[in-house]
């Protein structure tokens, strides 16, 4: 079955640490998407890519970083720089060729700081 | 910047009842709104997906209508049963490729 896979469910960071979340799509979509779910907030756009090689940072892109060399992986690295990384992690992908498709969405990462 | 409110926050109601969700955006020129489900500890599910130039979109039970000039959706959910608790999340797509959340509905419903 096609679709969105994140890995690890559950992870943590030490200080100082950088942490590295996959997140693979057989959906052969055109758009990744990372976002950050905290308690009682909506869903905040970390980073987005369109197409292999470009992505743009949303708007909490401080202390996190992204590639996407393969258009299946769009990883996500927490770096130290980031000072409050624990929440719930979600990547999305959708096609952009056709306007009106649905966003989908992996099961997210946890992560939390030891 | 487009921005999106969902209310009420939280929601409690014996099982059965027929119930509506609200979510409001503040900027019209959207693609499509989407309408997801989030269980606990999980990511979203899709539920119904309403094209700009469309007023609602129907799955099962479910009904959503989208008023965009007026900058507002409602989920309509008949009938509901214990296994419809969930949060609720409404998403709007605009122009430049991007999605806007709000925060979400948390639905409880009591047996």
């Known amino acids: 079955d096609g679709g969105i896979t994140q890995s690890p469910k559950y992870l943590f960071r030490k200080e100082g640490q950088n942490v590295t979340l996959s997140c693979e799509q057989n959906?052969?979509?055109?758009?990744m998407y990372w976002y950050r779910q905290d308690p009682g907030q909506g869903l905040r756009l970390i980073y987005y890519?369109?197409?292999?090689?470009?992505?743009q940072k949303g708007d909490i892109a401080e202390g996190y970083s992204v590639s996407r060399e393969k258009k299946e992986s769009f990883p996500l690295t927490v770096t130290s720089a980031q000072k409050n990384p624990t929440a719930f992690y979600l990547c999305?992908?959708?096609?952009?060729?056709?306007?009106?498709?649905?966003?989908?969405f992996g099961d997210g990462t946890r992560l939390s700081i030891l | 910047k487009q921005e999106v409110t969902q209310i009420p926050a939280a929601l409690s109601v014996p099982e059965g009842e027929n119930l509506v969700l609200n979510c409001s955006f503040t900027d019209s020129a959207i693609y499509n709104l989407q309408w997801f489900r989030q269980d606990p500890g999980k990511g979203l599910t899709s539920l119904l997906l309403?094209?700009?130039?469309?007023r609602e979109q129907t799955s099962g039970r479910l009904n959503a209508s989208l008023d965009k000039s007026s900058g507002r959706s409602t989920l309509y959910i008949a009938a509901s049963q214990p296994g419809d608790s969930a949060t609720y999340l409404c998403?709007?797509?605009?122009?430049?490729?991007?999605?806007?959340f709000g925060t979400g509905t948390s639905l409880t419903v009591i047996p």
């Open positions: 890519s369109q197409i292999v090689n470009d992505f």
């Open positions: 959906l052969n979509h055109d758009a």
């Open positions: 999305a992908s959708s096609i952009l060729t056709v306007l009106n498709q649905p966003q989908h």
């Open positions: 998403a709007v797509k605009d122009t430049g490729n991007q999605f806007y």
């Open positions: 309403i094209q700009s130039s469309q």
